[in-house]
């Protein structure tokens, strides 16, 4: 009888998890190390559009995710004192892309991903390191604190500073700063009733989107020097930033508690990996190509690895052929959106504002068209259960 093939998984977030739970459904004995001291994802919510949606149904939570989550679209980009440039609808996202854009809590989407697993799968404060990673004659082997554990798969998955990734190419320069920083809550805001929007100005942008379960995530960026923090407390920062801007900015502000708000600095892998696997080691999401958020494809695009990864378990580098030129070029629109609405000229702003305006009359809004090519890819296999892809 065949051994049971041995995979273990370095990072426990989204991409970690989802790779975990279509792994182990392929009947492999999946390991998770996660080095945190518990489960708890880094961020407030997560969109996920259709093409994530797919590879969640080949998992089988799919319809489950949908079902939690808000649906995305009712809305546009405005300008900070509140006129609309474009505007879009959910139902016009659905059509365009056979399927709903939608918003949940990143733990809601952890926690499932989780449930997935067999018990005791998932080794939470345990930092793990790649010390060999093997090859067709000799399994691979990774050390977890006083532990050294062996698998046919090893799975890099620890994020955008991944050691997993510096020690399959160390020539490889990593991540550099994107230029600006991101501020990101969830919240309850009394009385919230309003269109979600993302509102772009002179080097910041703010977005606030309701949820379904009544709260409210909100995200803001700018241009910023690298390591900069709030001389008092994030909250006041964004008031000086943002204090002014229209409705319902300043109600979200207010209902803002200094510790609710997360600061982190935008990096990203601005050179592409030569390949996502080196012998008998893969990596997925932002260790393999980790991209400014400015699509929210980051978690997206981690998920779409996952189940392509269970596809091509026994040919890694059918697995790099179908994901690298994907991820990449998804990355690269990421870093043009980045540009484009992290602007800080006048001049370029107002003509930024005037084309947006335009395109979006001539068709569909540049929060459709942003998506395009990436929201309509597919599983290379799927679960065999249908989905119902209605609000």
Not at 170 to 195: C, D, E, N, Q, S
Request: proline share 8%.
């Amino acid at each position: 009888m065949a051994r049971q093939e041995r995979v273990i998984v370095i990072g426990g977030g989204i991409g970690g998890l989802a790779a975990a739970a279509a792994l182990h459904q392929k009947g492999s004995a999946v390991t998770v190390l996660e080095r945190a001291p518990a489960l708890d994802p880094v961020g407030a919510a997560i969109s996920l559009a259709p093409n994530a949606l797919r590879a969640l149904d080949v998992l089988g939570i799919g319809d489950e995710i949908r079902d939690l989550a808000a649906w995305q679209g009712d809305g546009g980009l405005r300008t900070p004192g509140g006129r609309w440039l474009s505007r879009s609808s959910a139902e016009a996202a659905a059509a365009r892309f056979g399927g709903p854009l939608v918003l949940l809590p990143r733990a809601t989407l952890v926690d499932r991903l989780a449930a997935l697993l067999p018990p005791g799968a998932v080794r939470t404060g345990t930092p793990a390191a790649l010390a060999d990673p093997g090859d067709r004659a000799r399994p691979a082997r990774v050390s977890a604190g006083a532990d050294e554990l062996e698998a046919e798969l090893v799975v890099g998955a620890d994020g955008v500073r991944s050691r997993v990734r510096a020690a399959l190419f160390p020539a490889h320069p990593g991540p550099v700063y994107a230029g600006f920083t991101t501020w990101r809550m969830l919240i309850p805001v009394p009385g919230a009733a309003f269109a979600s929007h993302e509102t772009w100005g002179r080097g910041h942008i703010w977005g606030t989107h309701p949820l379904k379960d009544g709260r409210v995530y909100a995200y803001a960026a700018a241009t910023a020097v690298a390591g900069e923090r709030a001389a008092d407390d994030e909250k006041a920062e964004l008031l000086r930033r943002y204090g002014d801007w229209h409705d319902p900015v300043p109600a979200v502000l207010a209902a803002v508690r200094p510790e609710d708000v997360l600061r982190h600095d935008v990096h990203h892998l601005a050179q592409p990996l030569p390949a996502f696997h080196s012998g008998r080691t893969v990596l997925l999401g932002d260790a393999a190509h980790a991209m400014p958020p400015t699509l929210g494809q980051g978690g997206n695009q981690a998920v779409e690895d996952a189940v392509v990864l269970a596809h091509h378990r026994a040919d890694l580098p059918a697995y790099t052929a179908a994901r690298l030129p994907r991820t990449t070029a998804i990355a690269r629109r990421a870093v043009r959106v980045a540009r484009l609405d992290m602007a800080g000229s006048r001049t370029v702003v107002a003509v930024r504002n005037t084309a947006v305006a335009a395109l979006s009359k001539a068709g569909p809004a540049l929060f459709l068209r942003s998506f395009d090519g990436i929201a309509d890819w597919r599983p290379p296999y799927a679960s065999g259960r249908q989905h119902a892809d209605t609000p």
